[in-house]
């Protein structure tokens, strides 16, 4: 199974906002809305925020939000702080498997 | 509170064999389909293996198909990985993961569970 493609990295300070993308191919991102993102600190298990492309979980932040076009899905987080410094992931339902498949992951840092 | 509980990783030698446990609390296991989910020192995530809530349907990652095999006893509010053949790039830690809807939609998560393979 082919991974999605997400930057390596990505840095902002305080109170900005970044973008982190996650691109695909038509038999997962392009074709299907079953795209989420998980939030991971060093140490913790993965943290569900954006599911549905576009929904957040109960008790997450509305500081994360997330959106799709075309084959590439992204994950949008404003008034950054310093807690959201974490490795982001997203992950997608494929048609060309019968398991999902994640992104390569990106380091956030907040400078 | 909902909560997943993994058990049985540990050292094994290459091709040798375990079982991993997963025992879910706070909430009703029979509703859910469950996942496994694998994460190797320092890398990325990999969705491992997939069941559905009936134990209906079971599905896995090129790199553990015909190797691994995951089922579940609602009974017992519990699911189990049986782990054959293992490799040293098995070497992982390895989640219980509950699906919210079906479409590899982690909600829930374990501690995780260390899998080491060396020789």
């Known amino acids: 199974q082919s991974a999605l493609t997400q930057p390596a990295s990505v840095s902002a300070s305080p109170g900005q906002s970044i973008t982190i993308s996650c691109t695909g191919t038509?038999?997962?991102?392009?074709?299907?809305?079953?795209v989420s993102w998980y939030q991971q600190h060093p140490g913790k298990a993965p943290k569900l925020i954006i599911y549905?492309?576009?929904n957040r979980p109960s008790g997450v932040s509305n500081r994360f939000s997330g959106s799709k076009s075309g084959n590439t899905a992204s994950l949008t987080i404003s008034g950054l702080q310093a807690e959201d410094e974490a490795d982001y992931y997203c992950?997608?339902?494929?048609?060309?498997?019968?398991?999902?498949?994640f992104g390569g992951g990106t380091k956030l840092t907040v400078l | 509170e909902v909560q997943l509980v993994e058990s049985g990783g540990g050292l094994v030698k290459p091709g040798g064999s375990l079982r991993l446990s997963c025992a879910a609390s706070?909430?009703?296991?029979?509703?859910?389909?469950m996942t496994w989910v694998r994460q190797a020192p320092g890398k990325g995530l990999e969705w491992v293996s997939f069941?559905?809530?009936?134990?209906?349907?079971?599905y896995y990652a090129d790199s553990v198909k015909g190797r691994f095999t995951v089922s579940r006893d609602n009974t017992k509010n519990s699911l189990y990985l049986e782990m054959n053949s293992l490799r040293v790039d098995d070497t992982a830690v390895y989640y219980c993961?509950?699906?919210?809807?079906?479409?590899?939609?982690?909600?829930?998560w374990g501690q995780g569970t260390t899998v080491t393979v060396s020789s």
């Open positions: 038509r038999s997962d991102v392009g074709t299907y809305n079953y």
């Open positions: 069941i559905t809530s009936s134990s209906g349907n079971m």
């Open positions: 993961v509950r699906d919210l809807k079906g479409r590899f939609y982690g909600d829930v």
């Open positions: 549905d492309v576009n």
């Open positions: 706070g909430f009703t296991l029979r509703s859910y389909s």
């Open positions: 992950s997608s339902y494929t048609s060309s498997s019968t398991i999902g498949v």
